[in-house]
């Protein structure tokens, strides 16, 4: 059993609270790690030596330059622990260590992009329409960021916005979910590794109502960005607002796949599949909705279904594992009800809809791949976030019809779209109200280009140079260059 600790300005402490809680591996079942229970007196260390580092010459004095060295030291350093991380976050959330593995060297990636990115940010010369002075614009780091980040990717998620942060300038305290605290700590010993000045980094665990709440709330925290779902990113809106902190919210999704009757069937049905059931559809971009042109409907479905019911399901460890176990209890029996929600609302299981136990399934926390049709998009299984390996097959008529359907909705994280016309692939990614389209794939990332959602899936954008700005405000500086004493009337 390993035990943790709390990671504030440079050092490993336990918390004020003397407790520590376990983390418990999704597919065995057992306990492997205690995770300090941090709490209000932690958050306001925590924050505290975040706050001072602003000011210390050590980091305050950095140029962006050395900044992305230091950037650039750490990504190197997790290329180095590709093992450890992917490892224990694996065990944390259950997620499959292919999967986890990949994820790890993409955030060595992400390091890399915004060490180069942190010399890059410009200011801008101004021409004003006024004689004897001179306006320049710089920008600044905004101050204390408040991470708080969820379960699901907890390593990936999280250096969405640690690189960018930090890249500006900013000081960080990282909340991670308490379900999978591990692989932020041990990512945190390698930011010290780094050389990163005291309190530029800080991570605290433990439970929101005792950390995340007086963190969000803490008069020194300037931003707070946030990932997780959309009722818990509207209180977390809430709080901020009441001091007018900055935040970025990627929330949830209920995104729309879409078939057309031009596509390559073959590759479509591989990218419905991969839409749900990969990550077991624990993931915020989730095509969790198919529609489906109503002229190959009944092909289509059958072709999936034959498709995702040869997935293999089991030990995440697995290389050949393809579905995982489900991260949490809480989150097995949410699952487990909205697939009794659909069928009592008249959708028609095709495929699955019911646990998995026995041999290969270790504590039995998964959920087989299921799949409904029969969906019409008022239904709840339609129109509400299940965060599981559960698709719903929708019929549509034409390209207006399948607009109608796939924007009508609270989210607009993402949406695919699945088509042999050019003019139809631009026409769609033009209307579909969705901060991400894919044509011909899905769940397609990278580092250089932003992410984020219109509606209730959320507030700002991470990747690419977008997500940067999210950490800098702009100053704009007057400047008079031939005084006189009529300047201040001039100016005014």
Request: glycine share 10%; charged share 20%; with cysteine.
């Amino acid at each position: 059993m390993k035990r943790y600790q709390l990671f504030i300005n440079n050092e490993w402490i336990n918390p004020a609270s003397g407790a520590w809680f376990e983390s418990t591996e999704p597919y065995s079942g057992e306990a492997w790690a205690e995770v300090p229970r941090g709490g209000l007196a932690d958050v306001e260390l925590a924050v505290r030596a975040a706050h001072d580092a602003l000011e210390a010459p050590a980091w305050r004095d950095l140029t962006a330059t050395q900044r992305g060295a230091l950037l650039r030291k750490l990504a190197d350093l997790v290329s180095q622990n590709i093992n450890v991380l992917a490892e224990t976050e694996q065990r944390d959330n259950g997620k499959l260590i292919a999967e986890v593995s990949g994820q790890v060297q993409n955030v060595a990636q992400w390091f890399h992009y915004y060490a180069g990115l942190a010399d890059k940010v410009q200011g801008a010369v101004v021409p004003i329409n006024k004689t004897g002075v001179f306006n320049y614009v710089k920008h600044e780091p905004l101050g204390v960021v408040a991470a708080i980040t969820p379960w699901n990717s907890p390593l990936a998620l999280t250096v969405w916005k640690i690189a960018p942060a930090l890249a500006a300038g900013n000081t960080m305290v990282i909340k991670p979910s308490e379900y999978t605290s591990s692989s932020l700590l041990e990512l945190a010993a390698l930011v010290k590794l780094a050389g990163f000045p005291p309190g530029v980094f800080n991570v605290i665990t433990g439970f929101g109502a005792e950390v995340g709440e007086p963190l969000v709330s803490h008069p020194l925290v300037a931003k707070v960005a946030f990932t997780g779902g959309d009722a818990a990113g509207q209180k977390i809106n809430e709080i901020a607002a009441r001091d007018f902190k900055k935040v970025t919210l990627e929330l949830g999704g209920k995104s729309a796949n879409i078939v057309f009757d031009d596509a390559d069937l073959d590759q479509a049905v591989m990218g419905a599949v991969a839409g749900i059931f990969g990550a077991a559809g624990q993931t915020c971009m989730a095509g969790s909705r198919l529609l489906v042109q109503r002229g190959i409907h009944d092909r289509f479905v059958a072709m999936l279904i034959d498709v995702a019911s040869k997935a293999i399901v089991g030990d995440p460890a697995k290389m050949k594992t393809q579905v995982g176990p489900i991260a949490t209890k809480a989150q097995f029996q949410k699952i487990l009800d909205y697939i009794e929600i659909a069928k009592d609302g008249g959708a028609k299981c095709v495929l699955g809809g019911h646990a998995l136990a026995g041999e290969g399934y270790g504590q039995g926390q998964f959920v087989a791949p299921t799949i409904f049709t029969g969906v019409t998009n008022d239904m709840r299984i339609a129109q509400e976030e299940v965060f599981g390996p559960v698709l719903s097959v929708i019929p549509f008529d034409d390209e207006a019809d399948a607009l109608r359907i796939a924007n009508d909705t609270e989210f607009g994280l993402a949406a695919g779209v699945w088509t042999q016309s050019l003019h139809r692939a631009f026409h769609m990614s033009d209307r579909l109200k969705a901060g991400t389209v894919w044509v011909n794939n899905y769940r397609a990332t990278s580092f250089t280009t932003p992410f984020g959602g219109y509606k209730r899936s959320g507030i700002g954008r991470e990747g690419g140079v977008d997500a940067i700005k999210e950490y800098l405000q702009s100053k704009s500086v007057w400047i008079t260059t031939q005084p006189s004493r009529t300047n201040a009337f001039v100016l005014g």
